[in-house]
C-alpha cells in the first residue's frame, strides 16, 4: 500500500463545505470524507509553520525535537517519517514545503556532508526530495528570504515569465495601472494574480504530483505539501473574484477581549498583521481571496484523486488531508496563528484507508482528541510496523479508521508556541528562555499557561465556544485551573530523551551482566539461579 500525505499550509479546519462551511463548496475534500474519517478535533502540536512540521516529521513534540520556531535547526540525527518507514520497505518522498532548517554545525561536526545520501535526507527532514520548494520567494536588501534554489521560480522562468522572481512578480502579484500590485500588500488581494492559472503555484505541485505518481516504484509514501493557501492572499482567475462581501462570515470576536486583555495577548494584538485583520475593509479583500485559493486547491485535489482512479491506484493509496495550522483572519482581533484559538491550533484532518477493515467507519466523523504527531504512529502502523513508542509520542489513529475505540485514549491535548524570536518577547520584557507557552486542552477546557511571570488564561469551550471569555483570573474556577495544571505536569514528566532503548530493550537488558558472568554484591552465590554460579563453585585451581 501507498500513503499520499497532503498537507495545506494554513488552511482552518472549518473553511470546508465538509466541516459545515455555508458558502465555500469543497466537494473534492468531501469526496475522501465520504470514503474516509474526518477528525473533528484534530490539534497542532505548534501553532507555527517549522515547529507543527518538525512534529509532524517526527512523531514528537515540539520540546522534544527542539526546532520549536521557523529557521531553528532540526537537530541532527532526530528520527523522521523517512526512517522508520525505510525501515519498513517504504520510500518516504517529499514534493513542496517543509520549512525545514538543516542542522549544518551538527552535520559538519559528524562530517555529513549535503551532497551524501545520508546528507541529503538530513537536509530535507527525513525526505528523499522529489521537488521541494518552500515558497516564499521574497528579496530584501539583505539578500533573498529563501537562499534554496526555486524549482518553481526555474518552472515559471521556462514558460516566459521574465525577471529574477517571477514569484513574486507574476504568481502572488496582480497589475495596477501597468504596475505590478504586489500580493504582500492586503489592498491588492482582490485582483487575480498576473499569471495563467495553469501556471500558479497549486497546479505546479499538483502536475509534479500527478508525474510522481507515474514514475515513483512503490511502495512509498508521498508528502505532497502546498504552500496555499498561506499568503500572499492573492489567486489567479477566475477565482479571485468567486466569492464576495456575503460570503465572509461575521468574525469570531468580543470586545471584552480588547477590555483588560492578558498582556501577552495585547503584544499580539499590537501587532501590524492583527491590526490589518481588525480593519473591516482588509478582511473583505482577503477572506474573498483566500476561499479562492481554497477552491483552487480544491480543484486541484479533484485533478489528483482522478488520476489515482484512471491509473488504478485508488485501491492501494491511503489518502491524509490536512493542515499545519489555521489563520485567524481577524479572529479575536487577530491575524495569522501563533496562539491558541481553534481558529489557528485546530486542524482539517481527513484520512482515508482502501483497505476493507476500514470499510465500518467510510463517511463518518471520529470527535476523539487527535494530535498532529499521531499521524507519524499511524504511517508506521499502516506500513505494517510496530510503533516504537520511546521515540514517536504520537499514537496510531488505525483504531479509530478500524472502528475500534481504545479504552485508554488520551484526555487531552497539547500545543506549544516559543515566540523568543519575535519582537513580542522584548516588548513583554521576557527572557528568549521564558518566552514560552503551552496550551492544554480536554475538550471542554482549555488552559494556556505562559512562562515568565504571567497568569494563565482558561476558557470554558463548553459554554463559550467562540473563546471570548478568559476565566484566568476568576476564582471560581481555581480547581479547573489546578486540574489542567496537573495535566501540564503530567505531560511534562513524560518519558521523551530515552530515545536509543526501548522498554523491550531496556528488559532484554536485565540481568545481563549476570549472565556474561560478572557476580558483584554476593554473599555466597544463594541469591541468584545456580546456573550462573556453576563456573566458581567447581574444584579450586592447581595452587602457584
Known sequence: MN???????????DYLSCAGHPHLHTPNFDRIAAKGVRFTNAYVQSPICGASR????????????GAQWNGFPLRVGEMTLGDHLRDLGMDCWLLGKTHMKADAKGMARLGLSPDSLIGARQADCGFDAWIRDDGLWGTGPDGDYDQKRSPYNEYLKSKGYDGDNPWADYANAGVSDDQIASGWMFVNA???????????????LTLEAIRFIDEAKGPWCAHVSFIKPHWPYIVPAPYHDMYGPEHILPPVRSSQELENPHPVLKAYHDTKVAQAFQREDVRAKVIPAYMGLIKQCDDQLGRLLDHLEETGQTDDTMIVLTSDHGDYLGDHWLGEKDFFHEASVKIPLIICDPRSSADPTRGTTCDALVEAIDLAATFVEAAGGKVPDHIIEGRSLMPWINGE?????????????DYSVTPRAEALGVAPRDARMMMVFDGRWKMIHFEGGFRPMLFDLENDPREVNDLGEVADHADQIARLYDYLGQWGRRMCQRVTMSDTDIKAARGRSLRRGILPFLVDGSEVDPELTEKYTGPARQKY
Open 405 to 417: 475505540a481504545p479504552e485508554d485514549w488520551r484526555e487531552f491535548v497539547i500545543s506549544e508556541y
Open 54 to 65: 518538525m512534529s509532524f516529521y517526527t512523531g514528537r513534540y515540539a520540546s522534544s525535537h
Open 3 to 13: 500513503i499520499l500525505f497532503i498537507m495545506y499550509d494554513q488552511l482552518r479546519f
Open 190 to 204: 482582490d485582483k487575480p494574480a498576473n499569471i495563467r492559472e495553469e501556471d500558479s503555484e497549486t497546479p505546479w
